[in-house]
């Protein structure tokens, strides 16, 4: 009797250390996955917050982009410098450093982490710690990363965009009839979970053109193609 009891009482620490064993080690992996999310999350918003258009337009000759027009780093302000094909460069780049870290956060996590690192991206762009946390106004790196997310949605957001753009003449305007409808094109077409994501994005977007808003309260707010 002692010696089963021993040899049970063995098996049943033996049975203790292995279920604290595997709890140590799903702590351990869950931390590990916590750091890695983080860690892409700081890397989305660094990626987001690189000053394509400021770049650019200095090392084309056209100096600091910031002293014409809106003080924006983004493709319409660029425009303002006469050169298109400098303009639809720094929409090229400002979308994909918002589309690249969303890919990389639905390859190595899933589509709820990807949402999360989109709004990081945009983030980045508009509060630059480059430029003392000012930067443009996030309309084509929300592009990017909508495109990432669900490319279905940006076709008919893109398709809304050309057809306010058409009918204002006005950027800003386009801009935010765009961003404000995405959430609900994503829902109608089943993306339920980027409707949160998307609903932060324009949110970021519509602070971002408080300038835009009021101008076109006034009705001062200058055309694609204006200098001002």
Known sequence: MVRKWSFS??????????????????????????????????ASF???SIPFGLLLTKAAGHGDVRDIGSG????????????????????????????????????FFDADIAGIYAVAAVAGHCFTP???????????????????LAWPV????????????????????SSLV???SAPGIAWLMGSVHLVWPLVAIAAIVFVQHRANIG??????????????
Request: glycine share 12%; net charge positive.
């Open 46 to 48: 660094l990626c987001g």
């Open 72 to 107: 924006s780093i983004g493709a319409t302000n660029v425009l303002r410098t006469g050169n298109k094909g400098l303009a639809a460069a720094t929409v090229l780049l400002d979308a994909l450093k918002g589309a690249f870290p969303v890919l990389l956060g639905g390859h």
């Open 215 to 228: 101008r076109l309260i006034d009705g001062t707010e200058p055309k694609v193609g204006s200098d001002k």
């Open 154 to 173: 940006v076709l008919i957001c893109a398709a809304i965009w050309a057809a306010v753009l058409f009918l204002s003449r006005i950027s800003s305007v």
């Open 178 to 180: 765009t961003v404000a």
């Open 9 to 42: 009482w063995q098996v049943g620490l033996w049975k203790l250390r292995l279920l604290l064993s595997f709890r140590k080690i799903g702590r351990r992996a869950m931390e590990y996955i916590v750091v890695h999310i983080l860690l892409g999350l700081a």
């Open 130 to 148: 480059w430029l003392k946390f000012k930067g443009g106004k996030g309309f084509a790196t929300a592009a990017g990363v909508l495109a990432a």
